[in-house]
C-alpha cells in the first residue's frame, strides 16, 4: 500500500506565497517522477510542474518563473514553492507519483488533495 501526504495548502492574499509539501510512504521499490496537478472550479485537472528523479523539471506555462518544484529523494517528498499568487491559481493541489511498488510494477499514485485559495 502507497500513500501520498500532503501538506502546505491554505489562504493567501494576492503577490503572497505558499509551500506544498508531498511525502510517498508505504511499500516503494522507486520513484520516477513526483509532481503536482490542480484542479480548479469548474476546471479540468492541469499539470503544475513535475520532477524525475534525476531532477529534471517541467512547468505549465501558466506558473513559470513564479513556482518551484523540489525533491528529497531520500524522503521520497516533493515541495512546491508557490510565489506571487494569483487568484487564478485558486485550485485543490493534488501530489502525483510516478512508481514502482515493487520491480517491473509501475503504478501512477494521487493524494488526497489539498485546497489553495488566493484572495483578498
Known amino acids: 500500500q502507497v500513500q501520498l501526504v500532503e501538506s502546505g495548502g491554505g489562504l493567501v492574499q494576492p503577490g503572497g506565497s505558499l509551500r506544498l509539501s508531498c511525502t510517498a510512504s508505504?511499500?516503494?521499490?522507486?520513484?520516477?517522477?513526483m509532481g503536482w496537478y490542480r484542479q480548479g472550479p469548474g476546471k479540468d485537472r492541469e499539470l503544475v510542474a513535475d520532477?524525475?528523479?534525476?531532477?529534471?523539471?517541467n512547468y505549465a506555462d501558466s506558473v513559470k518563473g513564479r513556482f518551484t518544484i523540489s525533491r528529497d529523494n531520500a524522503k521520497n517528498t516533493v515541495n512546491l514553492q508557490m510565489n506571487s499568487l494569483i487568484p487564478e491559481d485558486t485550485a485543490v493541489y493534488f501530489c502525483?507519483?510516478?512508481?514502482?511498488?515493487?520491480?517491473?510494477?509501475?503504478?501512477?499514485?494521487w493524494g488526497q488533495g489539498t485546497q489553495v485559495t488566493v484572495s483578498s
Open positions: 520532477i524525475t528523479n534525476g531532477g529534471s523539471t
Open positions: 508505504g511499500s516503494i521499490f522507486s520513484i520516477s517522477a
Open positions: 502525483n507519483a510516478l512508481l514502482n511498488p515493487r520491480p517491473g510494477i509501475l503504478f501512477t499514485y
